[in-house]
């Protein structure tokens, strides 16, 4: 069993940028493919970018060009580099890890407990 912890959430103004750290303990990090999720109120939870232990990366469309994954196996560390952060980005964030099927995060088996990202306009 993987322990996911995330951090780095807050308040932004639209058009800054955030970073989310999710520290993972438990398990062999650096086999683990890795995503971050994120649920906005009354919205269902939705993939927004994941990685590979190759670091082969897979964003939803809403976010290409502003978010980045990345991953430091050394520090079984997942970042989130979240730059352009618009309202709608706002949401709880959570940290996952699972299997890597058809060329994203599915099965997950992990969750994180989740970092609040509010974008103010």
């Known amino acids: 069993q993987v322990q996911l912890v995330e951090s780095g959430g807050g308040l932004v103004q639209t058009g800054g940028s955030l970073r989310l750290s999710c520290a993972a303990s438990?398990?062999?990090?650096?086999?683990?493919?890795m995503g971050w999720y994120r649920q906005a109120p009354g919205k269902q939870r939705e993939l927004v970018a994941a990685?590979?232990?190759?670091?082969?990366?897979n964003y939803a469309d809403s976010v290409k060009g502003r978010f980045t994954i990345s991953r430091d196996n050394a520090k079984n560390t997942v970042y989130l580099q979240m730059n352009s952060l618009k309202p709608e980005d706002t949401a709880v964030y959570y940290c996952?890890?699972?299997?890597?099927?058809?060329?994203?995060?599915?099965?997950?088996?992990?969750w994180g407990q989740g970092t609040q990202v509010t974008v103010s306009s």
């Open positions: 996952a890890t699972g299997l890597w099927v058809a060329g994203t995060l599915n099965s997950v088996r992990s």
């Open positions: 438990g398990s062999i990090f650096s086999r683990n493919a």
């Open positions: 990685i590979t232990s190759g670091r082969v990366t």
